[in-house]
């Protein structure tokens, strides 16, 4: 959803990456319903794909990735690996992340709230 409202506000190019194929067809489903050009649509691990980014060509990384897998870590590494020098990461997930835990991988919170069960983050490069 959030890569969809990213490209509806002007994104030059926006992927997303999904390891579901029920999800893939959804999303491209939805793509095609709203003549959605700037969206690629990508089957696979999303670890992998940011990894495969050329380093700081991100501006906005949206990372969203299930709450019950070990991915956050490997994700976070990769995105920063990825992330523009002004480009920002936004985080979900079940447990808060603070500048001690991030900064190793060179990452800092912007802005930080919790709604539900949900730990939002803004992320940038320290």
């Known amino acids: 959803v959030l890569g969809f409202e990213a490209a509806s506000r002007g994104a030059a190019q926006v992927l997303l990456v999904e390891a579901d194929s029920a999800l893939v067809a959804q999303l491209q489903k939805t ?43 490997p994700a976070l590494n990769a995105c920063a690996k990825a992330l523009a020098p002004t480009g920002w990461i936004y985080l979900e997930s079940p447990t808060k992340w603070s500048d001690e835990l991030l900064s190793p991988m060179g990452l800092v919170v912007h802005k930080y709230l919790k709604a539900g069960a949900v730990h939002a983050h803004l992320l940038r490069l320290a």
């Open 31 to 73: 793509k095609d319903q709203l003549a959605a050009t700037a969206i690629q649509l990508q089957r696979g691990d999303g670890v992998v794909s940011i990894r495969q980014a050329a380093p700081a060509s991100c501006d906005l990384i949206f990372l969203d990735p299930p709450f019950d897998a070990p991915l956050l870590e």
